[in-house]
Structures are given as structure tokens and as C-alpha cells.
């Protein structure tokens, strides 16, 4: 019987669709360079999320490697966070699921700064039993161990837990560290799954 539900932050818990953000706010033929100089590297995909360097780090790395793009990437430095708005929807689930005696726990990749700023100004984590972020234990999704160590730290049966994430990888590997994993596109469909494929009340 499941009786704890593991949420992914951006995607899941916040809104997070950078091609449209980026795109929106440098125009439709900047913004896709903008989005790639900074998040698109293979600088970002090895350092940042896993917690090895921080944004400041990152953005001064960025900005030398893409001269041209320095105004730019220097504002995104400082705004980039306004990306991650609540998902009420989601916010609305996790009450309910807490009010009913569920645990409800975050699991997510992401650079300390960002996430901070997530904690202090999205409701939601309020309501949350606690969480793994990767920055902190330098271990990312998909990998098996950032599972584990969520699993680990607050004494979870993997058979009794269910995660959710908007990455259809990291439900894969969800899945092959023996968690109930279902892929999210949005609050009511993983709802439907988790009262009548899982049995939840609530």
C-alpha cells in the first residue's frame, strides 16, 4: 500500500517551460541562443545541478564563453528564477494528500541558489515531510543512488512510495530503484492514477 508520494520541483511543483520563457522574453530568435549558452552546455549538465559550482560560477563561466551574449546572460542571472511560478493545480494535490494522512516528499535536480529561492517563496515546501535536492548530495536523477538516498534518509519502503516527475527518464529511473513511478503532464492525471492504479483515498 503507498503511503508516501515523491514530487519532481520544475515541471511538477512550479512551472517550468523554458523554450516558451525564453522565447517570450529575448524574442523567438534570441531566446533559443540564450537558452542554450546557459543551460545547454555540457559545463551545466556535469556541474551545476550536481552541486560542484554554483550560479555565480556558472553565469561567469557563461558569460566568457559567449562574449556576445553577455548582457544577456548576465540579466538572466539575476531574473531567471520568475520561470518557476507555484502550479496550483499541484499545490491543491499536495494539501489534500497531507489533510488525508499521506507523506508527501520533493525530490529534484537543482543548483542551491535557485532552490533556496524556491523554498522561501513557493508555499507549497511548507506543507512538504522533507526532500532530496541534488545540489546537496551530489547525486542527480536518474541515477539509482539520489533514490536511494531519499528512500534512505527518511526511512521509506520503496514499494510504498510513488514519485512523479515531468522527465520521462527520471520515472524510468524511479522504476528501476523499486518505487511506483508515473510520468506527469498535469495534476488531475497523476490524481487519476494514484486513486484508481494505486488505490489512494483521499
Given at each position: 500500500m503507498v503511503k508516501n508520494i515523491v514530487f519532481d520541483a520544475a515541471g511538477v511543483?512550479?512551472?517550468?517551460?523554458?523554450v516558451t520563457w525564453f522565447s517570450g522574453h529575448y524574442g523567438?530568435?534570441?531566446?533559443?541562443?540564450?537558452?542554450?549558452?546557459?543551460?545547454?552546455?555540457?559545463?551545466?549538465?556535469?556541474?551545476?545541478?550536481?552541486?560542484?559550482?554554483?550560479?555565480d560560477e556558472l553565469f561567469r563561466h557563461q558569460i566568457e564563453a559567449f562574449p556576445h551574449l553577455a548582457a544577456e546572460l548576465a540579466e538572466l542571472d539575476r531574473i531567471w528564477h520568475t520561470i518557476l511560478q507555484p502550479k496550483t493545480d499541484t499545490e491543491d494535490l499536495v494539501r489534500r494528500l497531507k489533510e488525508a494522512g499521506y507523506?508527501?516528499?520533493?525530490?529534484?535536480?537543482?543548483?542551491?541558489?535557485?532552490?533556496?529561492w524556491l523554498l522561501d517563496h513557493?508555499?507549497?515546501?511548507?506543507r512538504m515531510d522533507g526532500g532530496v535536492v541534488s545540489y546537496d548530495v551530489h547525486q542527480v536523477k536518474p541515477n539509482a543512488d539520489i533514490y536511494e538516498t531519499l528512500?534512505?534518509?527518511?526511512?521509506?519502503?520503496?514499494?510504498?512510495?510513488v514519485f512523479t516527475d515531468d522527465t520521462v527518464i527520471n520515472v524510468d529511473g524511479a522504476q528501476r530503484a523499486g518505487l511506483h513511478a508515473w510520468h506527469f503532464t498535469g495534476a488531475a492525471g497523476f490524481?487519476?492514477?494514484?486513486?484508481?492504479?494505486?488505490?489512494l483515498s483521499f
Open positions: 511543483l512550479v512551472e517550468w517551460d523554458p523567438p530568435e534570441l531566446g533559443p541562443q540564450v537558452l542554450a549558452a546557459a543551460m545547454g552546455s555540457r559545463y551545466w549538465m556535469d556541474n551545476v545541478d550536481w552541486g560542484f559550482v554554483t550560479e507523506r508527501v516528499y520533493y525530490l529534484s535536480n537543482f543548483p542551491e541558489r535557485t532552490f533556496r513557493t508555499p507549497v515546501f511548507g528512500l534512505t534518509r527518511y526511512g521509506l519502503a520503496a514499494e510504498e512510495t490524481e487519476w492514477y494514484l486513486r484508481h492504479d494505486l488505490g
